[in-house]
């Protein structure tokens, strides 16, 4: 089973022989990146207005089960893609060790998560499954048109975060950016659960008394930044990475992604201090504040859309 499942997932031949080309990888140039954020964009904002201007604020469009099947969809494909990047990495660690020692640039393969050797090119397993998972960011901008319908709620961060993280992706294959096997692998665990969580609220289970993926994502930032320190020491201690110009690149949208969330995160637990106060303030019996307790689980737990 162990066996079949490593052959499926990194040593099929279109897994081993895979190749970054613009003319044979789907959604590889850079017209196709520019049209399809635009094209998110401008349908998203287009749609808020449209259901801004002919319902009111607090009208909601039923979908059913569809953010849940999305929500399991997501998740599932995470799941595969982290254990297929897992084996994948594993078989090209053993095949390029050779390729180490003649560049002299990683000798570890905890470094090799970290830096790629200068030279290398987008091709083979991992980069097979740094394409899956770049094909995969288009999935996640559904959620948005969900969030819009259901809430009718459109925040720039959440705009700025879906087209970053596209734009992101491409520049990892574009440029075969150090980093990225270890981004993908902590990035998929993270959407695996977050979206399984979230597909378990969806089917009406009861959810965590913690703003459960708001904490995750805490968890995927912090790891995120130690990760770029151990990429810029690796870069100038071992005489250089590959991709360190797009790397450069998405260090900078990271950091942005970062002070955007910082201060969502301020915001949510100010507002939820509020909240905490008023209920401490207010005279209410015993029985009411059982209620208010009950409720807490339930208001305590706001998602990052």
């Not at 569809?66 to 254990?83: E, G, N, Q, R, T």
């Not at 961060?157 to 990892?172: C, E």
């Not at 692998?185 to 378990?200: D, N």
């Not at 509020?274 to 209620?291: A, K, R």
Request: glycine share 6%.
């Amino acid at each position: 089973m162990m066996q079949s499942l490593k052959y499926w997932l990194a040593e099929h031949p279109s897994i081993v022989n895979f190749r970054w080309s613009h003319t044979q990888s789907f959604g590889s140039t850079w017209s196709f990146l520019f049209a399809a954020i635009a094209v998110y964009i401008v349908a998203v904002i287009t749609l808020h207005s449209f259901l801004s201007l002919i319902l009111s604020k607090s009208r909601r469009i039923p979908l059913g089960p569809i953010p849940a099947i999305h929500s399991l969809c997501v998740s599932l494909i995470s799941a595969v893609i982290f254990v297929g990047i897992l084996y994948s990495a594993a078989a090209e660690i053993r095949d390029t060790r050779w390729f180490w020692r003649r560049t002299k640039t990683i000798s570890t393969p905890f470094q090799w998560f970290l830096c790629f050797p200068l030279g290398t090119r987008p091709s083979g397993r991992v980069f097979f499954w740094s394409y899956v998972f770049y094909l995969s960011r288009f999935l996640h901008l559904f959620r948005t048109f969900f969030t819009i319908l259901r809430h009718r709620k459109l925040t720039f961060f959440h705009l700025f975060n879906q087209s970053i993280l596209l734009w992101m992706s491409f520049l990892w294959l574009e440029f075969s950016q150090s980093f990225q096997v270890l981004a993908i692998l902590l990035a998929t665990l993270l959407y695996s659960v977050v979206y399984g969580y979230r597909f378990w609220t969806a089917i009406g289970l009861p959810s965590a008394c913690f703003p459960f993926v708001v904490n995750c994502q805490v968890v995927l930032l912090a790891c995120n930044l130690i990760s770029h320190f151990g990429v810029l020491f690796l870069h100038f201690l071992k005489g250089g990475c590959n991709g360190m110009g797009a790397w450069g690149f998405n260090s900078v949208l990271n950091g942005v992604i970062l002070i955007l969330f910082l201060n969502f995160y301020v915001k949510m637990h100010l507002r939820k201090k509020n909240v905490e106060d008023i209920d401490g303030n207010s005279n209410s019996s015993s029985s009411s504040s059982s209620s208010s307790s009950a409720h807490g689980c339930s208001r305590s737990d706001i998602k990052l859309e």
